[in-house]
Every structure is written in C-alpha cells, then in structure tokens.
C-alpha cells in the first residue's frame, strides 16, 4: 500500500506528483529546489543560500514521514553548474552526516532556472 506525504514545511508540487511516496519501508521523496514554502516563490542567490533551502525543505518531508537525515539511504543531486560542486558539498556535508549513497551530476537546466536540486529516498524500517 503507497501513502502519499504531504507537508506546508516543503513546497506544494508544481505539477502532477507527490511530494513524497511511502511504499513499504521506504520514503521515496519527489526533488526539492530553493522554494520558499512559505511564499512559493524562489530563494537564495547563490549555491549556498538555495542549496540550505533545498535542505531545509527534504528536511520538511523527512519529518512529515516520521524521519530524518541520518535514515536517508541515497541521494540524487543535480546542479546547474559543475562548478558549484565544492560549495554545494559544503552545504549537503552539514546535512547528509551519515554518508548516504549519492549521485550528482550536471544538467542544462532545471525547474524555474534554479541552481541545484536534490531527491532522497529514506528508509523508515526500524
């Protein structure tokens, strides 16, 4: 049986998904970019200031779920700019303390031009 998660402490979806899906032990969380829940609106001027945004929001969704950071067993990071890589880390390393599984790449554009995006998946088994 799926259950959607659904929060105000991350954004709404923008478009026809969820802004997570438990399926059995599992958290499968939609990607999260530099939106202000609170205002819809976009944030954060640099790498740094949007990737803490992006953190806060899965953070958001890791609580509505019933967990946290240190259950997030992988992670898919895309970034605008290849360039931003080191300051990105900086930001996720804060976060991600235990170290999940992690893929990041490069892309040519992402939702709203922002400048990262992020999507986990958690385990929520005890």
Do not use: H, W
Not at 90 to 102: D, Q, S
Request: with cysteine; aromatic share 8%; glycine share 10%.
């Amino acid at each position: 049986m799926l259950k959607k998660i659904s929060t105000d402490k991350a954004p709404a979806a923008i478009g026809p998904y969820s802004q997570g899906i438990v399926a059995g032990d599992f958290l499968f969380a939609s990607g999260q970019i530099p939106i202000n829940p609170a205002t819809g609106e976009i944030e954060g001027e640099g790498i740094e200031a949007q990737a803490e945004l992006v953190m806060k929001n899965i953070g958001g969704l890791l609580e509505a779920a019933g967990t946290d950071y240190s259950q997030v067993v992988k992670t898919s990071c895309f970034l605008a700019d290849m360039g931003d890589f080191a300051a990105f880390n900086g930001v996720y390393a804060k976060y991600f303390t235990e170290k999940p599984a992690r893929s990041c790449v490069a892309v040519k554009t992402l939702p709203k031009n922002v400048l990262c995006e992020v999507e986990v998946i958690a385990y929520l088994g005890k």
